[in-house]
């Protein structure tokens, strides 16, 4: 904000000092046009009295209605012109009040002292960090402002493992595309940081496209390289194969992680049931639909930074009400999806009750899938009913 503050502050007295050298050259201009003129008919006065042609007294007279003439264009007839320059000071004034006016409107001076603010409570956090419950942060405001002063220090003192803990607390505070951009850093100053490998993996699931799916993919592979009991890796890389819609390699992952789990593990009945749910779509018990939507080029450069995809499944031979959506946050392309009867839209309209599916998908920047202008959809594509398909579409047309 203040960059952009100072730009127009600069642009506004570079055109003041144009527009005051100009009107300052003009006046300069005109005084000294007509200063010549007035000289000029002196000289004219003075030559006819040497030649005869008028009387002293007739000059005196004609010297007075001269001056008499030029008196609103010169204020004294025998000053010497000169170019005088412009008051500074004015500008300076102007300047100094408009700073301050838009200092005081955006409310610059509160977010200076909630950075102080952020900036006092860095040893609260190390304080939490070492083991002192007493200073964990007890709300959403607490944590924003440790979160604030450990990026006001990382601009300073960048650390990797700074860069995972603030971008843990971005995931806390659910601001994913900030947490991911603290993760990458804290990844180029060391590759292969265990801890930041695997909570970088979990961000980018949340993400969610095919793209950071791979990355995640990659990255939890690396950690499993370097150790090859850790547990949480392999239920991360179970869910990247869920999401995938890779049941057989989301099952043989999850089955690791059990296996090397206690059944006390507060975490063994979550990752049971996904193994459970994975195991009921690869022997075909759920009935499955994987779409993987894409965008044209066109649109891609028109897209919003961040929107709602809709996934949908229409029944030809049943109206025009969706019987299956699904919707996810989207900022790029690939994204696959996987739909089921858990998301019907209707009492007894499903996937498995369709005999034909009908699918499509919109792009909006609305929380509904109500069609609206300048919203992105992809033609529809007609299927037969078959549990296990996969199918690609891709967001061409644009709603006029």
Known sequence: MWYLLIALLLAFALVFLWLARRQ???????????????????????????QGVISDKELLLAKQELQKTFVTEIDNPDE???????????????????????????GSWKQQQQADRAWDSLP?????????????????????????????????????????????????????????EAFAR????????????????????????????????????????????????????????FERA????????????????????????????????????LDGTVMTLTVTIDISETLRNEMPWTANLFVFVRDPDGGSAPIAVTRQRVTDFPVTVTLTDDDMMLEGASLSNASSWLVGARLTTGDTMERRSGDFEARPRLLERETGQQVRIVLTELIP
């Open 124 to 180: 609260q956090l190390s304080d939490w960090l070492l083991g002192d419950d007493s200073a964990a942060p007890q709300n959403e405001d607490d944590l924003w402002e440790y979160a604030l002063g450990l990026r006001q220090r990382l601009a300073n003192e960048p650390e990797e493992n700074a860069w995972t803990l603030y971008g843990r607390m971005m995931m806390q505070l659910q601001q994913l595309e900030q947490a991911l």
């Open 24 to 50: 300052q050259w003009e006046t300069w201009t005109i005084i000294q046009a007509n200063k010549e003129v007035y000289e000029s008919r002196l000289q004219e006065l003075q030559e006819d009295l040497e």
């Open 186 to 241: 804290s990844h180029r100053m060391n590759p292969n940081n265990i801890s930041n490998l695997t909570v970088y993996s979990q961000a980018l699931i949340f993400s969610g496209t095919d793209r950071d799916l791979a990355m995640a993919n990659r990255y939890l592979g690396r950690v499993l390289e370097q150790d090859n009991r850790n547990v949480e890796a392999f239920g991360l890389l179970g869910v990247v194969h």
């Open 246 to 281: 890779d049941y057989e390699r989301a099952v043989a992952a999850w089955d690791m992680a059990l296996m090397m789990m206690d059944e006390r593990d507060p975490r063994y009945a979550s990752i049971q049931n996904s193994l459970q749910q994975a195991q009921d779509r």
């Open 80 to 106: 010497l012109v000169q170019a005088k320059p412009a008051n500074i000071w004015v500008l300076g004034l102007i300047l100094v009040l408009l700073a301050g006016g838009v200092y005081v409107i955006d």
